[in-house]
């Protein structure tokens, strides 16, 4: 061990570490009360109980259109014998809203009477009070309006303003001081540099903070120096309601947070057993809750969720948010670390018919994992996963009916899906084109296990050098399925600017001075590659690098304009959009497989038409190295 | 009819109108573009797609701490025969979020490793990119981030930082004109005389319009005079994105919106088949939508949400808001209109088994109702109401957690009911006292239904001169229930302050000069009336006002205090809240009736507790003519 490095206090299960803090919470003195303006109040939370001032309506009125009258002389009206009435006198006009003059007490609608000259005739009687608006109707001065700890949205603005409620006592907005840490951290707006990261994970907590009726004060990164940042942490504690920390908190020899809070009050909880989210430290520094949150961005946001927002809401004297589920079937078996709780960003898969659950990737760090996320599926600490056909219930992230609009496309990456979700998404209502990189082979898989709609791949056969359709007669045999085009893309070797390494072909990937970066198994290029290599006979082991593997086009074409890698195997699109050089080896071909039950779903049905749209093709042809001559053709069915 | 009374020009399904509406809308050119900070950019929504600028990582960086090695020099490794390295040179310390030396290709955990002093000895191979965060594994420079017509989100912010996008194009917000109607409104603070309203719709829908994310514009009250009216509407229209109108577009002799709409372009829907609603005027002006709103307030709610909400998410680029829907069953019959779609507001009685749904007040213009629901129960345009039993869906208005902590009690009004929904909803999570004020008969027959969890009855029998327990066992005789004793309240009318009329008993209601505000039919206090005046020998005929019927104490202390009546029967609190002289006629018993089955609910006992609570007695007694000599006793059971 480092001679520095920490450890967890003790390792808590993520409820036990909620009651802790909020049990704490609740001796905490309550937030003070402002007086805001009624009509400025809407999402404030009030502070007390607030009662109408005045009645709505103040007097009594008119609720038709008609005539108001003395009702008594109006009994004995029928259609055989008429009353008849002077106007004005014993009967003047009205209109709805008017108060009723002080010597009547019904109105006669418009509709009802015969009008002449000077008089109106009713045929039936009117009955005191007859469409007459009581003097409180809406409203009654000392009604119970709201009660404290009400969130205010405009009906409940409405009534107090009705009431003549002009100011409403509300809770003042929590303080919540927010502390990035690191030395490597930067303010947003400024590029990083080797070893230095945007610290986004402060103006992401801000948002949510804000969204949650707090004041954020969001800080500068603090380095994690230990006299800095407990002074950081002290003055903060002595300026907010809350405070709450990022990153610093896990066991490593730089991580100093739980040890400040204890220094400078009291630790209650280090390291909670839930995933993304083990590094949290909770405490207390005199009345100010403190939270160490961890430094990865999904980790944090959990924390944020799990711990933060629970203590806001009991500030606020609001009750516990809770997001709205739906049951979902598991597909896959999704293995689980038992004695701890797991939590994956999922999207999910609907025709109407069936919901299937699809997990995104589960580093605590894939910021995108989250922002793409149709919901949350947790798997609790006593189960070691879960079983493929299992149902679930998964927490929303966004409106239901977003996963009725959504197309999930799971295979391999291209640039074009991307301009295919561009443009789905400019219909309306918006479609939404989610797009899971996992490669052709899995993508194949998936859509067997009804995991997808739609599978993006390019799998070469060796034997045949035909593309995907042998595969599918291997492993889709049974799903009657149709194979569209989507374009024609040449691959070639990624390589920097200039070429300085001279890579001419795939027999330079054995140079010992030619690093590579490879694609993951089951991608339609790591196919590829293993045919090109074959047939040039180099053993994978003499391809420095081949145990490397990047995930997209992009990544392979990142790592090389980073330096990290010489080569890399990929389109020409990701050259271009990378500025790399490129060197040609074949042209292939990229279809969409799409199982024949979803045909008749207007999604895909709209998704069809898109690719047939020639602005999609234009914009697919403008990224370089694609054809789209066969474009939207059916080139295989069964 | 009068002279200048206006029609509709054609009523229309409200489905058809929102159609038609939608259709001229999406000719509209788009809402332009603004660039604005990602940090600031919660809750706009994207004018464009947006691509990663950069990626995150921007290098290859440690996924722990522990040492960064070459792992080609590891592949040895084994418990049996431990690889030693060089400390620092062949292996590196390396933490967490650390860029990756050059010549280093992997991480071997800390703890994997035995440490001396200038070497590590590995007892396992370390794989290439081992612990190794790629380059864009959080992004990558070049993915989709977003599409337009994105409503960001904090997830979405954070991922927008992380690949360095620091502006983003979003939609200007629709600047949407309000303009209430009407020479009687007066703009929110100021106290309206008679025949004078407050304008508070406005700034109800103002807030909405925030909410949905328009900048909303309201204006002063327009009088409903037609050059002002024709000069204001003009104005709005070259100025704003859409127009919303409060009032002026019923049919009425002063509803001039329809035809200045149809003057200045063009009148496509006025008058829709919804209530409330229906006095909903749309129409066009050059290239803006204008939405004639009615002036009810309930009426306004509804055809914004059911018309300009959609408009405007039409104009974001937004997928149309969809409220989440309950199921819950109807106890009694609920007549409706044929050919008209009937929205009424309503809460839920939910004990975790059955959810009853309880309709509240159905007019127009009762915004306490609109406040106080807990969802909306739509009755179909086919059918002629509801079958008692029927199960049906609500739109929730709140979350649906807070039907599981709302006690719905129904039945008699009393004032110290208030007292005790404050000290319910200051508890955590809140509790939510929800009362029905339908007078003690009804309110007993409710929860016969399963419509209520209490009810507040305080019913003398003329026989017994016993309160509440004749009727429960007539009326409830089947249903286990316990009755608690809320309270002792004095009874006796409510006159003007100083008795100008000089009302000293009972007998005074048959005076010709005296007028009289009843209560409605089953309430407790009109039962004691009858009860009085066949004890004095006075027919209801000879009361003038027998037939006018508030609903609460309090709009009978209203009706008095604004002089619309001289006496009304009802409890001293009343009187001293809005400073009558009262003269007393007999103390009650107010109990409060609860069946068994609810008694183990949490928040049942919760309550139960709370009224056995010195402090909830105090609050009552100081109500005055209240007293807490059995509060909180059981006084029957059954």
Not at 91 to 97: D, F, L, Q
Not at 219 to 248: M, N
Not at 583 to 591: A, F, G, L, N
Request: glycine share 8%; net charge negative; hydrophobic share 45%.
């Amino acid at each position: 061990m480092h001679p520095d490095r920490r450890i967890y206090l003790k390792m808590m299960a993520p409820e036990q570490a909620r009651r802790i803090l909020l049990e704490r919470a609740s001796g905490l003195p309550e937030l003070p009360v402002e007086e805001v303006e009624t009509a400025e109040a809407v999402g404030r939370v009030t502070g007390a109980a607030i009662y109408a001032r005045a009645s709505s309506p103040s007097f009594a009125a008119a609720a038709m259109d008609g005539y108001a009258v003395r009702s008594q002389l109006t009994f004995d009206a029928s259609e055989a014998q008429p009353v008849t009435l002077e106007v004005p006198g014993q009967a003047e006009p009205i209109n709805t809203g008017n108060p009723l003059p002080p010597d009547k007490d019904a109105v006669h609608k418009i509709e009802e009477v015969h009008q002449q000259a000077d008089t109106i005739e009713m045929m039936a009687p009117a009955f005191p009070g007859q469409h007459v608006r009581l003097v409180g109707e809406e409203v009654t001065a000392g009604d119970l309006l709201v009660t404290a700890g009400e969130k205010l949205q405009p009906r409940h603005i409405g009534r107090l303003l009705a009431a003549q409620v002009w100011t409403v006592p509300v809770r003042c907005k929590p303080t919540v001081a927010i502390i990035p840490t690191g030395a490597e951290c930067l303010p947003v707006g400024q590029a990083p540099g080797k070893g230095q990261f945007v610290e986004y994970n402060g103006p992401m907590i801000a948002a949510a903070l804000s969204q949650w009726g707090c004041a954020p004060q969001l800080q500068e990164p603090v380095p994690d120096e230990e006299t800095a940042l407990a002074q950081a942490i002290s003055r903060a504690a002595a300026d907010s309601d809350i405070v709450l920390i990022i990153a610093g908190s896990s066991a490593g020899s730089r991580d100093f947070v739980p040890s400040i809070i204890a220094q400078l009050g009291e630790l209650l909880v280090h390291g909670v057993e839930m995933m993304p989210g083990k590094p949290l430290a909770l405490g207390w520094i005199d009345n100010t809750p403190i939270v160490g949150l961890p430094g990865y961005s999904v980790a944090a946001w959990m924390c944020l969720q799990g711990f933060a927002r629970p203590l806001i809401t009991r500030r606020l004297g609001l009750a516990e948010h809770e997001r709205q589920q739906v049951r979902a079937r598991l597909r896959r078996k999704l293995p689980s670390a038992a004695g701890i709780e797991e939590t994956l960003r999922v999207v999910m898969c609907d025709d109407g018919q069936h919901r299937t659950v699809v997990p995104l990737a589960r580093g605590s760090g894939s910021i995108s994992s989250l922002a793409q996320a149709h919901g949350l599926l947790t798997i609790d600490q006593t189960r070691e996963g879960l079983e493929a056909g299992t149902e679930v219930a998964v927490k929303l992230l966004v409106p239901r009916a977003r996963i009725e609009r959504s197309i999930v496309a799971i295979g391999s990456h291209d640039l074009a899906l991307a301009a295919l979700a561009e443009r789905l998404a400019e219909r309306w209502p918006p479609l939404h084109l989610v797009c899971l990189n996992t490669g052709s082979t899995e993508g194949l898989a998936a859509i067997g296990r009804g995991e997808g709609m739609a599978a993006g791949t390019h799998l070469l056969d060796p034997e045949t050098k035909q593309y995907n359709v042998s595969y599918i007669q291997r492993w889709l045999a049974d799903l009657p399925l149709v194979m569209i085009n989507l374009s024609f893309r040449e691959v070639g070797l990624l390589v920097s600017p200039g070429d300085p390494m001279g890579i001419k072909a795939p027999a330079d990937l054995a140079r010992e001075d030619v690093t590579f970066v490879n694609r993951q198994p089951g991608s339609g290029t790591r196919v590829l590659l293993d045919f090109l290599l074959k047939e040039h006979g180099i053993p994978p082991t003499a391809v420095a690098g081949y145990e490397r593997e990047a995930y997209t086009h992009t990544m392979v074409a990142e790592a090389i304009r980073q330096g990290s890698a010489d080569a890399g195997l990929g389109i020409l699109a990701a050259a271009r959009a990378f500025e790399l050089d490129f060197v040609p080896i074949t042209e292939e071909r990229y279809d969409l497989v799409i199982p024949k039950r979803f045909l008749e779903l207007a999604r895909i049905e709209a998704m069809v038409e898109t690719i047939n749209d020639a602005a999609f093709r234009d914009a697919v042809e403008k990224l370089g190295g694609y054809s789209t001559r066969q474009t939207g053709e059916i080139v295989f069915e069964q």
